[in-house]
């Protein structure tokens, strides 16, 4: 490039800048309700109501009781940087707010037709006294006149991106941008329990949380979002240190998914994907729960605002702790804490030391770690029967890679062999086989069907309906016959001859919770792939048969299947000390 064809530098457009601040903003329709309903929770509100139409595309309207905005401050309200959360300095050092960086509205407005009506509560008296202010995309002059209402805030948002086509066309379909909204619903459900919270699309209910003020309450709201199953399955934990407290709710380790869309970590309020945080939770998990399985969980950290930065990404996500190995290492602990409590024998199989573990209970930087609080579990603690670690030796069969000598736990086939103990993992070992099965039938065209003789109905979940067309037409290469019964479930009417033996029901909701990861590249999602989910979900309890002639019979199948360096690749080799 010579000298004439260098760009030069030029301070940008007002009207180009704002378009890309508020891109950092608005992603989609999801991201004004997230942005909105955290204006509402920061100005106090205990009632919020949203209303949808065609996936937040057409209309979105969020009215809630909060504080409400007075006349002279509405103008103010939509311009950039504009915020009642911080003054200072100081306060950016120790924000305590959803909101603080004043963009939110400003960004909404700029791409839409928006209005903001609002009243404020004179003397603690309500009053109908409120204004209105409305404007039309960047350019346009903003409008005050006055309304009825009482005190609180309503905000409406039409016709999103009305004014930059390309981003508009980048939208996904209404029940995508929906499903979208619904997950942003369900993580401030689970973030304040003391909310009124409900979400209406073209009028009709989708989401209704009444305030849950007892822990009776609290405990529906989460069944509610998790299903019926998991507090049945999970422990309720509450630890403290100090300036640390951790508490919520986790899953047992059997009771796992091969996806993430039930996990939500909240600090301070504020729901967050962190890497930190991820990390020691798998860390925590690591020693009790399968390679590729996933647990549940509701996590509440509550820290010394000073002490975490929430000021490092564009949509607050993701956050940044003063003492993040303190945090860290007392995430970890206080999840196996809880873990040990419940199931006091624990497998030893190939469990790696952990270099982050905490040392006579000091932290960071001599810190104590000793918990002020014990955990409380409430599932009743019980000792697991541990089996017997090996099987008798009478019958034994002589394979390739040696002997059949038992099993560890239900979890693991133990194989006598030349060079000592061989331990595969009987969930990942069936799943592999039943996977090669699958794709060998699908590439011979050999995958047969088999109808039932009652057709099953699955109800799905209420995030899941808005795949529920694709996820038929993908399943339908694979074996299955779907129809929809009602607005959320499905009409098992045949399956793959392949999987005449397992638990459709389960299968088929496993698999829709994972297409709703990836709802957004659906046209391209691949059959391998999704075998690899039917396979996963099949085999996703504990072996149950754990027979000598049934673990034989595995063994075997392995052997016809994959090659003997496969088979070792699955497998962990124990030397036997020498005679």
């Excluded at 209303?51 to 937040?56: A, M, P, R, V």
């Excluded at 590729?292 to 000021?311: H, M, T, W």
């Excluded at 104590?368 to 599932?379: A, L």
């Excluded at 792939?529 to 019979?553: C, F, P, R, T």
Aim: neutral net charge; contains cysteine; glycine residues 4%.
């Amino acid at each position: 490039m010579n000298q004439m064809d260098k760009p030069k530098i030029k301070r940008l457009a007002p009207q180009l800048a704002s378009q890309i601040a508020a891109g950092e903003v608005v992603e989609r329709p999801a991201s004004v309700v997230k942005e909105c309903l955290e204006n509402s929770l920061d100005a106090g509100a205990t009632r919020i109501e949203v209303d949808i139409e065609k996936g937040g595309k057409q209309l979105i309207r969020i009215r809630d009781n909060g504080c409400g905005i007075s006349k002279d401050e509405l103008p103010l309200a939509l311009a950039q940087h504009a915020t009642s959360k911080i003054a200072t300095l100081d306060d950016l050092a120790k924000i305590t707010s959803l909101g603080f960086r004043g963009e939110a509205l400003a960004s909404i407005s700029s791409i839409s037709r928006f209005a903001l009506t609002s009243a404020t509560q004179a003397d603690g008296q309500e009053t109908n006294t409120a204004w209105r202010v409305q404007v039309e995309g960047q350019n346009s002059q903003a409008k005050l006149t006055p309304a009825a209402h009482p005190p609180g805030t309503t905000i409406e948002v039409h016709d999103l991106f009305f004014n930059t086509p390309a981003r508009r066309k980048f939208l996904r379909t209404d029940k995508t941008e929906l499903s979208h909204i619904e997950e942003i619903i369900k993580r401030l459900a689970l973030s304040r329990f003391d909310l009124d919270l409900c979400l209406r699309h073209h009028n009709k209910i989708v989401y209704q949380f009444k305030a849950a003020a007892t822990e009776i309450a609290r405990e529906q709201r989460i069944a509610k979002i998790f299903g019926g199953g998991f507090l049945k399955q999970a422990l309720a934990l509450d630890m403290s240190i100090e300036g640390l407290r951790l508490w919520g709710w986790i899953s047992l380790p059997e009771f796992s998914r091969s996806q993430t869309d039930l996990q939500y970590f909240y600090v301070n309020g504020r729901i967050i994907r962190d890497r930190l945080i991820n990390h020691a939770i798998r860390q925590a998990y690591a020693d009790v729960i399968h390679p590729g399985r996933q647990p549940l969980f509701a996590l509440y950290l509550e820290i010394d605002p000073s002490n975490v930065d929430v000021n490092v990404h564009p949509t607050k996500h993701e956050v940044r702790f003063r003492e993040s190995r303190l945090v860290h290492d007392f995430i970890v602990k206080s999840l196996q804490d809880a873990l040990a409590c419940e199931n006091s024998v624990q497998p030893k199989i190939n469990m790696p030391e952990t270099d982050l573990s905490f040392q006579k209970n000091q932290g960071i930087q001599g810190k104590k770690v000793e918990p002020q609080k014990s955990i409380r579990v409430t599932k009743p603690t019980k000792a697991n029967q541990v089996q017997e670690t090996l099987a008798s030796y009478q019958a034994l069969s002589q394979t390739t890679l040696g002997r059949v000598i038992g099993h560890a736990h239900q979890q693991h086939l133990l194989i006598e062999h030349i060079d000592g103990l061989l331990s595969i993992d009987l969930m990942i070992a069936q799943q592999k086989l039943l996977f090669a099965k699958l794709q060998q039938a699908l590439q011979t065209n050999a995958l047969h069907t088999q109808p039932l003789l009652m057709p099953t109905t699955v109800t799905l979940a209420a995030s899941h309906i808005s795949i529920i067309d694709a996820a038929c037409d993908h399943l339908a290469k694979v074996g299955f016959e779907l129809t929809r019964s009602d607005e959320n479930a499905v009409l098992v009417r045949s399956i793959p001859k392949l999987l005449r033996d397992t638990q459709i029901t389960h299968i088929i909701q496993a698999i829709f919770a994972k297409l709703y990861e990836h709802r957004d590249e659906l046209t391209t999602f691949d059959l391998e792939a999704l075998l690899i989910v039917i396979s996963q979900a099949a085999v996703d309890n504990k072996i149950n048969d754990v027979s000598l002639a049934k673990l034989e019979q595995l063994l075997t199948q392995l052997e016809a299947t994959f090659s003997v360096q496969a088979i070792m690749q699955m497998a962990t080799l124990i030397p036997l000390a020498a005679k």
